[in-house]
């Protein structure tokens, strides 16, 4: 699965657009970009993946770019709920093969919304 | 709602115990995972299993077992535990159907080795 490279921490502002990173240029044409969350005390949290595409579901969007090297995950309004750890991660979709689905969780981007 | 649970949020237990954690998933979901997660080191998998009695190794088995008599199931077992065994235990599920990937976590499991 690619490396991926995110930085350590943000801020961002109550009601603000949070705008996370992630760099990903190994990435290989089939792997999607996973991102997950983890809120303090809680397990990780599935939030969106995308191929090529942008996507967008009710918790947040995801833009990747042409070349597929990098991707932004956004908040579009951020609240203090959305304090966590986010986590992307690259890897081939479904739960076949070897890997039966397994992820590989780097040191993520904390994300720190204030009032 | 889906759902995974650890037996315990809490756990104290002393050197040299034996340590059983258990997970239970009401999704049906063939593939279970357990992972540790330590400061600056983030979440490291430790076991997987993707069916009843079949396992595999993730990055760092050493020091644990795991069990799956049930689908529904899986255990993760220190046979003697130790201190650098302390950490926050975290499991989670998927299922081999989805064409996505998402895994399912319990809350986590704080086990502290004395």
């Known amino acids: 699965d690619a490396k991926t490279t995110q930085p350590p921490s943000m801020d961002c502002a109550e009601g603000r657009a949070a705008n996370l990173p992630c760099n990903h240029s190994?990435?290989?044409?089939?792997?999607?970009v996973y991102w997950y969350r983890q809120i303090h005390s809680q397990g990780p949290q599935y939030i969106i993946h995308?191929?090529?595409n942008n996507e967008t579901n009710e918790m947040a969007s995801l833009i990747i770019t042409e070349d597929r090297k990098s991707s932004t995950l956004i908040l579009p309004h951020a609240t203090l709920r959305d304090t966590a750890v986010y986590y992307c991660?690259?890897?081939?979709?479904?739960?076949?093969?070897?890997?039966?689905?397994?992820?590989?969780f780097g040191q993520g981007t904390i994300l720190t919304v204030h009032p | 709602d889906v759902k995974v649970t650890q037996s315990s949020r809490y756990l104290v237990k002393r050197t040299g115990e034996k340590v059983f954690l258990e997970c239970v998933q009401d999704m049906d979901h063939e593939n279970m995972f357990w992972y540790r997660q330590d400061p600056g080191l983030g979440l490291r998998l430790i076991y997987f299993s993707y069916d009843v009695k079949m396992k595999e190794k993730g990055d760092i088995p050493e020091g644990y077992s795991v069990s799956r008599e049930k689908k529904e199931r899986f255990s993760l077992i220190l046979e003697s535990a130790s201190t650098n065994q302390t950490s926050m235990y975290l499991c989670?599920?998927?299922?081999?159907?989805?064409?996505?990937?998402?895994?399912?976590f319990g809350p986590g499991t704080r086990l502290t080795v004395l």
């Open positions: 995308g191929l090529k």
């Open positions: 989670a599920s998927s299922s081999s159907g989805s064409s996505y990937n998402e895994q399912f």
């Open positions: 991660i690259v890897r081939v979709a479904g739960a076949g093969g070897t890997s039966y689905g397994k992820l590989t």
């Open positions: 190994t990435i290989s044409g089939n792997e999607y």
